[in-house]
């Protein structure tokens, strides 16, 4: 837990209750232990797609699509998230789950190594997400902070790693290498003259930062 268990159920409590669609993907989430963002994050990326009033939005790991729900909801008329997914049985449980919450038009879903996918991109984006694997965030960030525009917002997940990070031990989950991996590329982005950031205790640690 990176909060306390008294200010993580009251958060829990404030919570509005998720629509039927959501609440389906969070429930397969759980049974087939898929990683997704907590509501926590879910929220945060909501209000910072809604703040950057982005219209273009990145996601790398789409999942079975529960955060790109998040954010093509908060996205106007015309608006896209490109987002990327390399399990094809996930891609296409996030196209169902999109296309019944009436946001597949604003998803634009590729079944491709983010690696690869990010290089073939152009133009700006107002805003990127990062969830998806952990030893190539540094991979990831390269490809894509020339794709943000000036004043761009880059969400990043995972980087407290349950606390383990900030302990700098391994938790049994999370492994040496790992954390290790972790605690230099937060280093790196924030130290990042390009960009202005800080870690967020909110889920599993999001680090939020703007494009300079």
Do not use: C
């Amino acid at each position: 837990m990176i909060v306390t268990d008294a200010v993580s159920g009251y958060l829990s409590g404030l919570r509005p209750a998720p629509d039927e669609v959501l609440s389906e993907m969070e429930a397969q989430a759980m049974v087939e232990q898929i990683p997704i963002v907590m509501p926590d994050t879910g929220a945060l990326l909501h209000v910072l797609a809604l703040a950057s009033a982005a219209r273009r939005v990145i996601e790398v790991g789409t999942a079975i699509g529960v955060s790109t729900l998040y954010l093509a909801r908060a996205l106007p008329e015309g608006g896209t998230v490109v987002s990327f997914e390399i399990d094809e049985a996930r891609h296409a449980a996030a196209r169902d789950y999109l296309g019944r919450a009436g946001v597949l038009a604003r998803a634009d879903l590729r079944l491709q190594d983010a690696r690869e996918g990010l290089a073939q991109l152009s133009g700006t984006f107002e805003m990127a997400f990062v969830d998806g694997v952990k030893s190539q965030y540094g991979d990831y960030f390269d490809a894509l902070l020339p794709l943000l525009a000036p004043g761009a917002v880059l969400a990043v997940d995972n980087v407290l790693m349950s606390g383990t990070v900030a302990e700098g031990r391994s938790d049994g989950h999370w492994s040496d290498e790992q954390i290790a991996t972790a605690r230099a590329f937060n280093e790196r982005l924030l130290g990042d003259g390009r960009l202005t950031g800080t870690v967020t205790p909110i889920g599993d640690g999001v680090l939020v930062a703007v494009r300079r």
